[in-house]
């Protein structure tokens, strides 16, 4: 992942519940974001479930700067949850991620 010139980061996480557990995944999100919002540098962290694609979510990340983000995601209560959140995604974490750099025309 990199920063855009300004500075900022934008990261969209896309994940899939293994079949009957979509109700968990959920739970398990929503319980995520606040502490998530809180950490130093977040700009914001949104979760959104895919109309029409029942155990399909999107969460979207901005962050200050990388620095900001790589210390969210090795916080210990980050590292606490990976082994949870496998147990419910479908695919590893990794396969989700993508990260946005905006841009505009020029003048």
């Known amino acids: 992942m990199t920063a ?3 500075g900022y ?3 969209l996480w896309d994940a899939k519940a293994k079949p ?9 999100i929503a319980a995520a974001v606040t502490p998530s919002r809180n950490d130093p540098g977040n700009i914001d962290y949104e979760a959104h479930e895919v109309e029409g694609e029942p155990g ?5 990340e901005r962050w200050e700067k990388r620095a900001l983000l790589d210390a969210h995601l090795s916080a210990p209560r980050m590292a606490a ?9 479908d ?10 750099r905006p841009f505009r025309p020029e003048a």
């Open 81 to 89: 949850l990976v082994p949870e959140m496998l147990e419910l995604i």
């Open 91 to 100: 695919g590893s974490i990794e396969d989700g991620i993508r990260v946005l």
């Open 56 to 60: 399909a979510f999107v969460i979207y």
């Open 4 to 6: 855009t010139s300004d």
């Open 9 to 11: 980061v934008t990261v």
């Open 20 to 28: 009957g557990r979509e109700d968990d995944l959920k739970a398990f």
